[in-house]
């Protein structure tokens, strides 16, 4: 249904722009075309909806107590829609390495990597995940091989001043912090390194990634130009609807980026996005 929705769609925007040549500009035309690509963009390409994030219980490999750890919305079912058995995942900025597990547990012989940028969580998100035989990585992902600045972030509602999720190469916004304003950041960034997907898979010697699920903290646009000419079959990613970040990429210029390399909106949720590679739904039958 889906499908044949946005079939329809396409042909009544191929319709609109063969009449651009004669009536440009037109304000009610141009207006008439944004509206068709809205209506594009809210399809669902999916049927099953998004799943609940929050936390959930996980017994690491020879310890005692269990722990908590986050997961995303990330529906494991959305790969089965797309008929994708995922070989390899990318988890990046990982947080606890929660969903990096999740991925692992559904896929036991996939390859999962696990990025995280902050040192001080990278310890946490190692000792979670290397048992089980994923691998990780003490990077920032972005567009670029080299040191970058980082600014560390802490929840103030917690006594124990433990980095927190919103660290950054990005400064947090005034907006950001009136929306939030239990999350202290850093005034000051360290410097760690980064590193661009095609430079890892090369070293690697990876050739294609499955799924790769990002929640970077406004580097959005930096980790989707260090992809350089790897196209995941599933990006999942974080987009957060106001401005966060001085200096970062805003999610409109996301979206028209992620088109143009020949991707489809699958979902949009509340903060979070899911596109799928246009080559895997049967659009132009």
């Known amino acids: 249904m889906a499908s044949k929705m946005y ?3 396409r042909r009544a ?11 440009w500009p037109d304000q009610a035309l141009l207006d008439e075309i944004e509206l068709l690509r809205t209506q594009i963009d809210n399809l669902q390409l999916v049927g099953n909806p998004a799943e609940e994030d929050g936390e959930f219980t996980y017994l690491r490999r020879g310890a005692i107590e269990e722990r908590r750890l986050y997961r995303s919305r990330f529906n ?3 790969l089965g829609e797309f008929r994708i058995s995922p070989k390899v995942i990318f988890d990046i900025g990982s947080y606890d390495g929660g969903d990096a597990i999740r991925f692992k547990y559904r896929f036991p012989d996939a390859h999962v990597v696990a990025f995280e940028a902050d040192p001080d969580r990278y310890g946490v998100v ?3 995940v290397t048992p089980l035989g994923i691998t990780c990585v003490n990077a920032a992902v972005c567009d670029r091989d080299g040191p970058v600045p980082w600014y560390q972030s802490h929840d103030v509602r917690f006594d124990d001043f433990k980095v927190g999720a ?8 005034p907006e950001y912090e009136r929306r939030y304003g239990f999350v202290r950041q850093s005034p000051t960034p360290m410097s ?3 590193i661009r997907i095609d430079t890892f898979c090369r070293r690697a010697g990876i050739d294609d990634i499955d799924v790769a699920h990002i929640d970077v903290e406004g580097a959005e646009h930096e980790v989707l130009a260090g992809f350089g000419p790897i196209l995941p079959k599933l ?5 957060v609807p106001f401005f966060a970040w ?32 246009a080559d895997l739904v049967r659009l132009f039958c």
Request: net charge positive; no cysteine; hydrophobic share 40%.
């Open 76 to 78: 494991m079912a959305w």
């Open 126 to 128: 190692s000792d979670n």
């Open 166 to 173: 919103q660290g950054s190469i990005y400064r947090h916004s």
């Open 235 to 239: 990006i999942y990613l974080e987009v």
């Open 192 to 194: 760690i390194e980064g």
């Open 7 to 9: 079939r329809l769609a």
């Open 13 to 23: 925007v191929r319709k609109m722009l063969q009449k651009v040549g004669r009536r």
């Open 246 to 277: 001085m200096g970062a990429g805003q999610p409109k210029e996301l979206h028209r980026k992620l088109s143009f390399a020949g991707y489809l909106l699958a979902s949009e949720l509340t903060n979070d996005r899911l596109y799928v590679r």
